[in-house]
């Protein structure tokens, strides 16, 4: 079973910025993708920005421009850097891996980071 752990949430101020870490408890399998995803109360989860296996990268429009995923594959460990922070931000941070082990795609989810945008 693989774990992965996230750190780097808080409470900022609009305009601040947050990193945020993610890092799996066991380095198996080969790594198909590692993305970020929020979720504010009432609403679905959303993708706020993922990285595959050969480096390209998507993200969330309303993050363009503001927020940076990058990963150390070697490491099993995913990152976000997130600048210029809006109150929109303020919402329930997940970090998502997809590890093939034996041929077999599984998808692995933290447990969650708050992340609080306000003055």
């Known amino acids: 079973q693989v774990q992965l752990v996230e750190s780097g949430g808080g409470l900022v101020q609009p305009g601040g910025s947050l990193r945020l870490s993610c890092a799996a408890s066991?380095?198996?399998?080969?790594?198909?993708?590692m993305g970020w995803y929020r979720q504010v109360p009432g609403k679905q989860r959303e993708s706020v920005a993922v990285i595959f296996s050969d480096g390209s990268t998507t993200y969330a429009e309303s993050v363009k421009g503001r927020f940076t995923i990058s990963s150390d594959n070697e490491k099993y460990m995913v990152y976000l850097q997130m600048n210029n922070l809006e109150p929109e931000d303020t919402a329930v941070y997940y970090c998502?891996?997809?590890?093939?082990?034996?041929?077999?795609?599984?998808?692995?989810w933290g447990q969650g980071t708050q992340v609080t945008v306000s003055s």
């Open positions: 066991r380095s198996i399998g080969s790594i198909s993708a």
């Open positions: 998502n891996m997809i590890i093939r082990i034996a041929l077999a795609p599984r998808n692995y």
